[in-house]
């Protein structure tokens, strides 16, 4: 019987259309591996036509429950670069996007009348005032209730201005490039599909699962970090951008993002051997020695070359997979992903995570104290490598780098800098002494002077101080006829066991100081002493 379909089945021509819907995407760093599905009810000859010519022909797979796949075939073919449902979907996103920019500008033109409206009423209010100064009647209390009305209001539509007019611009580059991949649509280029031919011997209501991999997309992080005002945790908003050109739109689909990295392969590589052998000089061949070496080196690096390189909580929204190798963020909804050159960005959840503040300063390159926080990753997700923008309430600090965080692992939030903060650094001496009397040796010596001072830190200890951590580099010696030593420092460094590796290896001084709030400050003095042999000359790199 098996064998009656199957030679049936070779015996039919590709003429049956199969339309297999997408169901889901596992997207990786610059792959996606895609899942298709279509009802099948009787045995025969299908094509499933216009898959992305970035699909791999070598990474087609097949199943059919309750049924079997005999054969898959991909055929490469070329068509109009753009379906008449293609141009549709992008009109209508460009269709969009202009009334989304209408309505920003709306808005805009809203707070600005308001903002114009506050600005008159605060000028009527001035003249109320000067006129209650000359009659001799004052209000100061009328006064202070209209002033934080004003001040609270006009700060409220300046904020909402600023991020109108960010709305604004991120809405108009998205308006340029649907523009443009509209214009391009409508070119009439050709472009090159895969039509995959398959055999199926199948039963009435089969399922057929297709699966295939596809270059021109993946995914990175994208993470926002709201600082509490009190420094004692932030709000981490994951978010992955993903990008893909692949050709095809992902409408309506199930989407995980993916730790793995099948670029990367599963097998590495074993250990080669090496051969030492001596060389045979032949003068007569006229060869120089550096000629004669690099001669052995092309001949004798017999060893294959081959590079193994890699491409590069509050809300979860997403169920996260842990696969023993890799980790997978099954997003709960349902997501849609254009083929396009911008990227989509998609949450994969919220979390509050703990901090530990710390103010770091390092003098000898740059005199602002830096906020920093010591965490460890209690949210559900591995921190990929990539750049968070760090946020102080409603305002922007900057952008960070995130490395690699495994859950449970300790990392450092960085906050931005601390404008209560200031620092002073004043060399008092830079002397170079001669070999005295009784010495061979000469001498180098430098004498600096810190002074921090704290104008009103938040989170503060009850007294108003904080604790700096301040960084200097004593230097290290690469010559035994040098010697390097601290000869003065006030107060002591730091004796934790945090620093000491940092201090042996690299010569990192730090010291934690209590900064009392005030004009005092706290400071530290160092001296370095740099003695060596009479008649050397010492460089500083």
Request: net charge negative; aromatic share 6%; charged share 25%.
């Amino acid at each position: 019987m098996i064998i009656t379909s199957l030679l049936a089945v070779g015996a039919q021509t590709p003429s049956e259309s199969l339309e297999a819907r997408i169901q889901s995407v596992t997207l990786y760093r610059s792959q996606a591996l895609v899942q298709r599905s279509a009802r099948i009810d009787a045995s025969g000859r299908y094509v499933i036509r216009g898959l992305p010519a970035v699909l791999d022909p070598n990474q087609v797979r097949a199943s059919c429950t309750g049924g079997e796949v005999v054969s898959i075939e991909p055929q490469l073919r070329r068509e109009p670069a753009a379906s008449a449902e293609r141009i549709e979907t992008l009109r209508r996103e460009l269709l969009k996007l202009s009334r989304e920019i209408q309505s920003a500008q709306d808005e805009r033109a809203v707070a600005e009348g308001l903002k114009r409206h506050l600005d008159l009423l605060g000028n009527q209010e001035a003249e109320a005032q000067a006129q209650e100064l000359r009659t001799g009647r004052p209000a100061p209390e009328a006064w202070d209730k209209s002033y934080d009305f004003l001040k609270t209001r006009l700060a409220q539509v300046t904020r909402e201005m600023r991020e109108i007019d960010w709305r604004l611009e991120d809405l108009k580059a998205a308006h340029a490039a649907a523009e443009q991949a509209y214009l391009n649509a409508q070119g009439g280029a050709q472009t090159q599909v895969y039509d995959l031919l398959l055999d199926l011997v199948a039963q009435p209501g089969c399922e057929l699962e297709l699966k295939y991999l596809v270059s021109g997309t993946g995914w990175e992080p994208a993470y926002d970090l709201r600082v509490r005002k009190g420094l004692d945790a932030v709000d981490l908003t994951y978010r992955a951008k993903i990008w893909q050109q692949t050709g095809e739109d992902w409408n309506d689909v199930q989407i995980a993002l993916s730790t793995a990295q099948p670029q990367v392969g599963a097998q590495g590589p074993d250990p080669v051997a090496r051969w030492v052998d001596l060389l045979e000089v032949r003068p007569s061949r006229g060869l120089s020695a550096p000629a004669i070496m690099a001669e052995m080196n092309d001949a004798g690096s017999g060893r294959p070359e081959s590079s193994f390189g890699i491409t590069a909580g509050l809300a979860a929204p997403s169920a996260v997979v842990e696969e023993g190798l890799s980790v997978r963020y099954e997003l709960r909804d349902k997501a849609k992903v254009l083929s396009r050159a911008e990227a989509s960005t998609v949450l994969v959840g919220t979390s509050r995570i703990a901090i530990q503040p710390e103010r770091v300063c390092v003098p000898s390159l740059d005199l602002t104290v830096w906020l920093r926080g010591r965490a460890t990753n209690t949210s559900p997700w591995v921190l990929l490598p990539g750049t968070a923008a760090v946020f102080f309430g409603a305002d922007f600090l900057g952008n960070a780098s995130f490395v690699k965080v495994m859950t449970g692992e300790e990392f450092v939030v960085h906050l931005g800098a601390d404008p209560a903060l200031t620092c002073e650094r004043t060399k008092l001496e830079d002397q170079s002494k001669e070999a005295g009397l009784f010495s061979s040796r000469a001498s180098q010596v430098e004498t600096w002077k810190l002074l921090l001072r704290n104008n009103g830190c938040i989170a503060a200890k009850p007294d108003g101080s904080v604790d700096v951590i301040v960084r200097e580099v004593l230097p290290k010696s690469k010559d035994d006829r040098i010697r390097v030593e601290l000869t003065r420092a006030e107060p002591r460094v730091s004796q934790e066991e945090r620093w000491k590796r940092e201090r042996e290896e690299q010569g990192f001084l730090t010291w934690v100081l209590s900064v009392p709030r005030g004009e005092t400050g706290a400071q530290v003095l160092w001296q370095s002493t740099v003695t060596y042999p009479e008649g050397q000359r010492v460089i500083f790199r």
